[in-house]
């Protein structure tokens, strides 16, 4: 159903939901490939027309925001009026409609080869990889899904942005698994991240400083293949207990990179796409010096390895258009390559450095904000 309004003209609406109503919405929406607010939007119209709806529990209910078309929402509350409710037993009733009106889809056939995997790469620095990587990750394990976010970088800034100490550099950790030089499984060294809606639903794996080491012991390896396949055996034993691993690759197009990308690759009886990197970008020319490099290693890999390795697009991370015109030219050009796709537009907010100054995650910082808004709309359209 389509609502009978303009869809850019929309207005910013707050109510109380209980967490189960929340997570059960978003995780519907995730699995049907639908904007929450539009299905907020098709369940508050068909609540108006319909009659004598079962209360919902609201007790316990916290902050849910959303954007209603223009108009909307005073209709709404003019119906909560004339049925005696609250404006939040409204919304509850409005949400409970439309999910009972748009079941789940029935569960997709096992995958045959583990989690799916999703890197985010580029050699450039500062262009956003662990904000993108991190964000999309909370996005997916809020929708429903298990997924494991990995620390690939040596500098740690994603396990240090979302509060967490880096492994101490003689303990065990993801290079040594790589190396075979760890005791123990690699399970350990996982740690929950809590809060949110993503709860239960999200590990991380941190980082440690012995992985600048890593591209020269691999160099120097005589086994065969170890350079390209090191990633993959050391994460392997985890593959079946999550629904996606997420990499933050360092900035770099050295041999831990190689790892990174043939992990990222089209395994036997994979769907094309299922799998792949997703290339952080600015607006700006930097970016697209950088991305021919990374390219470029891409191909050196496919055609050496004899692999495909999808392109999933790229991610126009902190977009200001008051910049002028290098900044709007710029994100013209990206949008013009059309294979791979621009898969979201980041916008240039303060949510994400307050989130990283306070030392949580996005979705927890800023749930309603533009920016995660973005990060859910990337993690839709990698999971579908």
Same mark, same amino acid.
């Given at each position: ?125 500062? @262009? ?117 691993? @997420? ?108 989130? @990283? ?28």
């Amino acid at each position: 159903m389509t609502a009978p309004y303009d869809p850019g003209d929309r207005e910013k609406v707050v109510a109380k939901l209980p967490a189960d109503l929340r997570k059960e919405l978003k995780v519907r929406a995730a699995e049907l490939g639908r904007d929450i607010q539009d299905a907020v939007t098709e369940g508050v119209e068909a609540w108006r027309k319909a009659k004598g709806r079962p209360a919902v529990d609201t007790s316990g209910g916290t902050s849910f925001a959303t954007y209603l078309p223009a108009g909307l929402y005073g209709k709404l509350k003019q119906a909560c009026k004339s049925r005696n409710l609250s404006y939040n037993q409204g919304i509850a009733q409005s949400v409970r409609l439309w999910l009972d009106s748009n079941p789940s889809p029935r569960p997709k056939p096992a995958r045959v080869t583990g989690a799916r995997r999703i890197i985010f790469g580029n050699q450039k620095g500062g @262009v956003g990889k662990t904000s993108v990587s991190a964000g999309v990750a909370q996005a997916l394990a809020e929708s429903g899904q298990r997924t494991l976010l990995i620390d690939f970088d040596p500098q740690g800034h994603l396990t240090k942005q979302l509060g967490y100490l880096m492994l101490d550099i003689d303990e065990a950790s993801l290079a040594k698994h790589m190396l075979k030089e760890a005791k123990g499984e690699l399970s350990e060294l996982l740690v929950p991240i809590k809060g949110g809606d993503f709860e239960d639903h999200l590990w991380l794996l941190p980082a440690c400083k012995d992985a600048f080491l890593l591209d020269a012991k691999l160099a120097t390896t005589k086994a065969v293949r170890i350079k390209e396949t090191a990633l993959e055996k050391a994460l392997e034993p985890l593959e079946q207990e999550f629904d996606f691993i @997420v990499v933050d690759c360092p900035p770099s197009l050295g041999y831990s990179m190689d790892t990174a990308l043939y992990y990222s690759r089209t395994r036997a009886g994979e769907d094309s796409s299922t799998s792949g990197i997703v290339v952080p970008v600015l607006a700006e020319d930097s970016s697209a010096d950088a991305y021919d490099m990374l390219y470029d290693q891409i191909q050196d890999l496919v055609e050496d390895m004899d692999v495909d390795i999808a392109l999933l697009g790229f991610v126009v991370n902190m977009y200001d258009s008051r910049k002028g015109y290098v900044a709007t030219s710029s994100l013209s050009e990206w949008q013009n390559v059309g294979d791979p796709p621009v898969l979201a537009v980041v916008p240039e907010l303060k949510d994400q450095r307050e989130a @990283v100054r306070v030392k949580q995650p996005l979705l927890v910082h800023a749930p309603y904000g533009d920016q995660s808004e973005v990060m859910r709309a990337v993690a839709r359209r990698i999971s579908t």
